[in-house]
């Protein structure tokens, strides 16, 4: 029963270059979240999926653009990567709804040179 | 928008008890609780919604005041396994737009 997994679990970038974090969840959840964490600031809300087919932004989408796949991967995209994203980068999922507890990765620590 | 949480540290002795404040300047449809533990993912811990009984989980339970726009989590005869950084979570609207406190670090030493 793995829950929520992410990949790749450390990645160091340059300046310009692309990349895509993955994320898969095994738990039949419809709902999925993409969070950045940097020291001091908590989770901050990136992009989010209520259900397959849709996206939506959350607190500070700029810079990123995310892919919901099918129901059970949502990917986020950083297109030219730069220093001040440099974080660590949680996914999660949950079943739709607010009363509904989200289920966390174990992220992905991105350093951007 | 983000919630506000305090204090932004606390340490306990083994069994002493605490109170951790998470309040908003916007009407909260709901608002969730986790704690996190140095390098690992955020854990669920319990959920209050708008209009809802206090809800409790083992010795940590929580209240939510619609009226003050605050919820508060006690941690009651604490262990050192409580220790990490305890995250309010608020939910403005009936959509899954999530935000987060900047944490509150939780150390209980022996």
């Known amino acids: 029963n793995a829950g929520v997994t992410q990949t790749p679990k450390f990645q160091v970038l340059k300046t310009g270059q692309s990349m895509t974090l993955q994320c898969a969840q095994d738990m039949n959840h419809n709902s999925m979240y993409w969070y950045r964490q940097d020291p001091g600031m908590g989770l901050r809300l990136i992009y989010y999926s209520a259900s397959e087919g849709t996206t939506d932004k959350g607190e500070v989408p700029n810079g990123y653009n995310v892919s919901r796949l099918n129901k059970r991967e949502f990917s986020l995209r950083l297109e030219s990567a730069a220093p001040s994203q440099t974080s660590v980068y949680f996914c999660?999922?949950?079943?739709?709804?607010?009363?509904?507890?989200?289920?966390f990765g174990d992220g992905t620590r991105l350093s951007i040179l | 928008q983000q919630p506000v949480q305090s204090p932004q540290a606390v340490i306990l002795r083994e069994g002493e008890d605490a109170v951790i404040n998470c309040s908003s300047s916007k009407a909260l449809y709901s608002v969730h609780w986790y704690r996190q533990k140095h390098g690992e993912a955020p854990v669920f811990l319990m959920i209050l919604l708008k209009g809802g009984e206090q809800k409790g989980h083992e010795k940590i339970s929580a209240s939510f005041n619609e009226k003050k726009q605050q919820s508060s989590l006690y941690l009651t005869a604490s262990q050192l396994s409580y220790s990490g950084t305890y995250f309010c979570?608020?939910?403005?609207?009936?959509?899954?737009?999530?935000?987060f406190g900047a944490g509150t670090r939780l150390t209980v030493k022996p």
């Open positions: 979570g608020t939910a403005l609207g009936d959509n899954n737009d999530m935000r």
């Open positions: 999660a999922s949950s079943r739709t709804g607010l009363n509904q507890p989200q289920h």
